[in-house]
């Protein structure tokens, strides 16, 4: 018998034959199974009481055990140095072969950058010879109709309006017939004046164009101003033996007039509604007995907007809020000096790619946008972030925006003061008005002519349609605590030409002022389900029913999905609706689920500058402009990077699908992130195709995370190149049929996409 060093328990020699003897451990039998087997008395009863371990034999376990811990440890630590020395190696060898990617990519540069240049000439040249066609063709064709209407773009523009509006008020024609007729003619001039004053460069020849638009068109209100008059006058021919006054609706494809004579005078009297409208107005008491009309002209265009925000420049004093998934916003994003650029924390020579791409767009007038944030980025990265330098670079963009004549403050109710008296302005860059005007007007009825023996005797004024006088101001209480001069009501159905996201905000407008208040607006109620709103004002006046602009920002998502040769369809998918526009060649359709309305554009091909007035007309806007970031926050991408990117992604757009990413909010202000895969079928793209690619001003790369990753990573795709352009990365892994879908694009085509993606610019705003 000898001891155990695994145990409690001794070792025992048991003899297993005659002529063997084994040793024997109990460790692995329980105490009762121990105590079975024979074995002398003393050795039972020791056992039987747990014996104990000698010192010896403690003191030889411990070192055994601390011998297995030195030799555990050593293990570890020889595992540990061979995992480092792997991880050494395998790091070394990626570095070396980022390198090698990183040099053939540099030595591939110049080639790739002037395959893309030479793309984009001779894009641009076929399309420039396409307008120059275009313009001679409508010129001449303008020229043919011999209509006696100016052509503003010739040579003798401001002396041809200024004749056909000396004419056209001379003319005594008031007959609603043909005078509607001559308005219809005259707003389609407007309209075109609009264009030209959109495009034009010259101060002088812009402010030339501005007078004659706002002659022309207080000429037409002034003609439907004479029309209401003639029609008033002979109210006394047409009562309506039901009510014993008179009332009429006049509608045509871009007015509704209506018009109510109060030739009863019942003092019971409290309103009426044209039914046939959708409109309806409510009267005061000490009213129905007076000589009045009431006319809701409701006309499709607005006018007067233009006046407000050339008699009202503001300056703008937005408020951001950061985009979600961004902690906050970068205010300064650190851009190259020029002629260089940073990457890898090393300057290296900038490419001439940019610089020919900012003066294509810049000659075109389609890259102003870009070339003044790239203007506005660069001038921030050379002055200091001193207070001197921050306030100089203040003024500078305060000046430029005086200058446009622009320049609103964009809280949701600006208040300005005015004199001594506090007035509440519409930020008309905040807000938008949509549906038209509403021109609500009271007038003194006219003298009715009267039967004498067979005559008509009417008194005739020279003093026109006078308007009769209600002014709030000066309204005090009467005896029995009303005012003299309380609120007037009106009430009118929601036009189905326009989209309301949200409640419809109601604005007054200001005659003397040249200004939109919604001071004076009470008793606001809107019922959805009907598209009506009612609400009292405190005096007759125009007004007109406005959204926030940018309601619809940020994106929530996009994608552009090629449906054929010179077909794809560019899909939004915005903060309160999502929309589609198709795209064919260079004409436009919108794609719209909602459907009440908008049947004037839903399913009307268009081209892409008309396509997106009528989408911002109908209060459908995922469009920005200069003055976007001052109320939509964005992830201030380098402008250069994002502009090149969508030149690109429009070469492709045949074959190529792109689509919003995460990522691009985590990727920095100098990198873009997006989804691209290749896809010819006119079918959603299948989940599993995408890929991410990460785009920078010196190189692209296909990224090895997914949209299901938790966190970003700019880690290239195992075995990916890298490349200086989104075009020759994409080419590594398309198919032969897709690059030469590419090589077939019609310039038309590249371009509707191209104004698309830069007139959305969804890298920046989703």
């Known amino acids: 018998m000898s001891d155990c060093y695994c145990c409690k328990y001794v070792a025992i020699y048991v003899a297993m034959t005659t002529h063997t003897r084994m040793r024997m451990c109990f460790c692995s039998y329980s105490d009762a199974e121990v105590l079975s087997f024979r074995m002398p008395p003393k050795i039972r009863k020791s056992l039987k009481k747990g014996g104990k371990l000698s010192k ?6 411990k070192q055994e055990e601390e011998e297995r811990r030195l030799q555990e440890e050593e293990e570890a630590r020889l595992n540990a140095e061979k995992e480092e020395q792997e991880t050494l190696e395998r790091e070394k060898k990626e570095k070396e072969m980022l390198e090698r990617l990183e040099l053939k990519a540099r030595e591939c540069r110049e080639n790739e950058l002037n395959e893309l240049r030479h793309l984009l000439e001779n894009n641009h040249a076929a399309l420039t010879k396409w307008k120059t066609d275009s313009a001679e063709k409508t010129k001449c064709e303008r020229y043919m109709r011999c209509d006696g209407i100016p052509d503003p773009s010739g040579i003798l523009t401001p002396q041809d309006i200024n004749t056909y509006i000396s004419l056209w008020r001379d003319d005594p024609e008031v007959n609603i017939t043909p005078m509607l007729k001559q308005c219809s003619i005259a707003l389609e001039l407007v309209e075109e004046l609009e264009g030209l004053l959109r495009d034009v460069k010259d101060p002088q020849e812009g402010q030339k164009y501005q007078e004659a638009l706002i002659n022309l ?34 509608k045509d494809d871009n007015i509704t007039l209506c018009l109510w004579a109060n030739l009863k005078k019942n003092p019971r009297f409290k309103g009426f509604k044209f039914s046939e409208a959708g409109m309806g107005f409510e009267l005061p008491k000490q009213l129905a007995e007076s000589d009045i009309a009431v006319r809701i002209l409701h006309t499709r265009y607005d006018h007067l907007s233009l006046l407000a925000k050339i008699s009202h420049p503001r300056i703008y004093t937005p408020s951001c809020r950061p985009l979600e998934g961004t902690d906050k916003i970068p205010t300064d994003i650190d851009l190259p000096e020029q002629g260089e650029t940073k990457v890898d924390g090393e300057v290296k020579e900038d490419s001439e790619m940019q610089q ?24 921030r990265k050379n002055s200091p972030h001193s207070p001197e330098g921050r306030a100089s670079q203040t003024q500078i963009e305060i000046e430029t925006l005086r200058a446009e004549g622009e320049m609103t403050s964009s809280s949701e109710q600006l208040t300005v003061m005015d004199c001594s008296e506090q007035v509440q302005m519409v ?37 026109g349609l006078q ?3 209600y002014r709030p101001e000066k309204s005090n209480i009467d005896d029995n605590g009303a005012l003299s001069c309380p609120p007037v009501g009106v009430s009118v159905m929601l036009p189905d030409s326009v989209v309301f996201l949200e409640t419809p905000q109601v604005a007054c407008w200001d005659a003397a002022g ?42 929530q998502s996009w994608e552009l999905r090629p449906l054929g040769q010179d077909s794809a369809v560019f899909t939004v998918n915005g903060a309160l609706i999502d929309l589609s526009i198709i795209i064919q060649g260079n004409q436009c359709m919108l794609q719209l689920e909602q459907e009440k309305g908008l049947s004037h554009l839903k399913g009307k091909w268009m081209n892409s500058p008309a396509l997106q007035r009528a989408m911002l007309n109908a209060g459908l806007n995922i469009f920005v402009n200069e003055y976007t970031d001052k109320y939509v926050c964005s992830y201030c991408k380098d402008p250069l990077a994002e502009h090149a990117a969508y030149k690109q992604m429009a070469l492709f757009a045949s074959a190529c699908a792109f689509s919003w990413s995460k990522w691009n909010a985590k990727c920095g202000a100098e990198h873009l992130v997006l989804q691209v895969c290749e896809h010819h079928s006119p079918a959603p793209v299948p989940k599993g195709s995408w890929s991410l690619y990460l785009l920078g001003t010196q190189c692209s790369k296909k990224l090895e995370i997914t949209e299901k990753n938790e966190a970003f990573s700019p880690d290239h795709y195992p075995g990916s190149k890298f490349h200086s352009t989104l075009i020759h990365m994409l080419q590594d892994n398309m198919s032969t049929d897709g690059i030469s879908r590419t090589k077939k694009s019609n310039c038309l085509f590249i371009n509707t996409v191209q104004s698309l993606l830069c007139a959305t610019r969804p890298l920046m705003y989703s």
């Open 56 to 61: 010896a034999q403690k003191l030889k376990q």
């Open 217 to 250: 068109q207080e000429l037409i209100h002034f003609k439907h101003q004479l029309t209401t008059e003639d029609i008033l006058k002979g109210a006394s021919a047409n009562i309506d033996t039901e009510t014993g006054n008179m009332h009429t609706v006049i």
């Open 356 to 379: 020919k791409i900012v003066e294509e767009e810049v000659q075109s007038g389609q890259g102003l946008e870009v070339w003044k944030s790239a203007a506005s980025l660069q001038s």
């Open 427 to 463: 930020d008309l860059m905040q807000y938008t008005p949509l549906g038209g005007i509403f021109y609500y007007d009271l007038f003194h009825l006219p003298p009715q002519a009267h039967q004498v023996n067979g005559w008509k005797i009417r008194q005739v004024l020279d003093t």
């Open 467 to 469: 308007v009769f006088p």
């Open 514 to 555: 040249k200004q939109w208040r919604i001071d004076g607006i009470s008793d606001v109620t809107y019922k959805e389900e009907e598209a009506k709103i009612s609400f009292k004002m405190a005096s007759f006046q125009a007004f007109a029913l406005m959204q926030e602009t940018y309601a619809n920002f940020p994106f």
